[in-house]
């Protein structure tokens, strides 16, 4: 079985490593515009010898906003910004896909253009909080607004928004794009089916209920060709107020058969429940181990907080090919050096995630060891 430090191919991409960093939304853009810049390019530059750097969320049009300071991915301001972290990343021999996202319900009305409700599958509010910046500057943490469900005529609209936003990503010179499909965000809220009760063809059904990630993925293919297309999933999680539901497992099978059979570059995998518990009774290494052999691919771990071993052990067990670490790459921009030569690690400041400045973001320093 191969070791993290090893070198992967992701359907032809050549990634130095296993070790990858996962999205991590941190609020830094500048406003108004959402628009990233030097700061961006700074941290992902610092970061570039992970296998694969996969970019904080980047919501695909003003709609799929739902927290503060977030960068999108669809106007010619943020490709300006974009370009100027791809060719930093690149020119320190990285690689970057971008993750594109849209909220849907996770969202609150300050946010949304003209003021207007969220949209989601169904017009469900979600229990869950999102951001807001008060006109002080200060942020506050508010109950997710309202939302309306999409009408039928709308999703073409919002299957172009991917497209544009994929269209987008290449233009900024991304290597990638991953669809974010996890953590009860809009394509979830489709995916759900406790939540998408829709009775027209884009609910209902299983079949139904994919149809939303597969064209979002199809879209992006157009621009990227599969093998350079990603997904995130969170099997079995529940974030956000999404309730699971009994064919939760069938459908995770379902998408990682469809997904395999199109040949993405990477399903990725992001385990809610560990390292607090492991296998919880939904999400099951009997499921996880399935969803690896359905999709017959490269499958991408995640949720392992600072347990390396775990992640190794993982990957030993046959369950996944390489592994994105999230809070350990906020706080060690050179994890994978660090790994390879068994330095310590750092660990992360929670209370600077989100904010907007450098400050507990390009300040993490690299290892030096005493003389
Ligand atoms: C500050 C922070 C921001 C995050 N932002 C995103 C995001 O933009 N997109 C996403 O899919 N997951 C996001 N996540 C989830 C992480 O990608 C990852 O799944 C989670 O931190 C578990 O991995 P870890 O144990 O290696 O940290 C975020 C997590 C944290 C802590």
């Known amino acids: 079985m191969p070791n993290l430090h090893e070198p992967i191919s992701l359907r032809g991409l050549s990634c130095p490593n296993r070790i990858f960093m996962a999205p991590l939304t941190r609020q830094r853009a500048q406003s108004p515009g959402d628009i990233p810049g030097e700061l961006q390019a700074e941290h992902y530059a610092q970061r570039a010898s992970m296998g694969l750097l996969i970019s904080e969320a980047t919501q695909i049009s003003p709609e799929g906003k739902g927290y503060p300071n977030t960068p999108g991915i669809y106007s010619d301001e943020q490709v300006a910004g974009w370009k100027l972290v791809t060719e930093r990343v690149h020119a320190v021999g990285g690689r ?51 939302p309306r469900a999409l009408e ?39 995916l759900s089916g406790s939540l998408n009760t829709r009775s027209d063809a884009w609910g209902g059904a299983i079949e139904n209920r ?12 157009e621009t990227f060709t599969w093998s350079r297309v990603g997904v995130r999933l969170s099997p079995m999680g529940s974030a956000n107020d999404l309730p699971p ?8 099978l379902r998408v990682a058969d469809e997904l395999g059979k199109r040949r993405l570059a990477y399903l990725h995998l992001f385990n809610h429940y560990w390292p607090k518990e492991k296998w ?60 390879s030569v068994g330095a310590p690690l750092s660990p992360w400041d929670e209370s600077t995630f989100y904010g907007d400045c450098a400050r507990g973001y390009n300040d993490y320093p690299r290892f030096t060891p005493a003389l």
């Open 96 to 146: 970057i896909f971008a993750q594109l996202w849209h909220v849907g319900r996770v969202s609150h009305v300050d946010h949304q253009p003209n003021g207007q409700p969220p949209v989601s599958s169904v017009a469900v509010r979600s229990k869950g909080f999102v951001g807001i910046k008060l006109p002080d500057g200060r942020r506050e943490r508010v109950e997710a607004s309202h």
């Open 152 to 190: 039928t005529h709308e999703m073409g609209r919002l299957v172009a928004d991917f497209a544009h936003a994929a269209r987008c990503a290449k233009a900024a010179g991304f290597d990638g794009v991953e669809v974010h499909a996890a953590n009860s965000y809009l394509i979830n809220q489709f």
């Open 210 to 221: 994919m149809r939303l990630l597969m064209h979002a993925v199809e879209a992006a293919a």
């Open 245 to 252: 539901h009994h064919d939760d497992e069938e459908l995770m």
């Open 280 to 339: 919880n009774g939904l999400y099951t290494e009997k499921l996880a181990r399935a969803m690896k052999e359905r999709f017959d691919g490269p499958i991408v771990l995640n949720g392992y907080g600072a347990d390396v071993d775990a992640a190794q052990r993982d990957i030993d067990a046959g369950l996944g090919d390489a592994v994105a670490f999230g809070k350990l790459a906020i706080s060690n921009p050179d994890l994978a050096e660090r790994l």
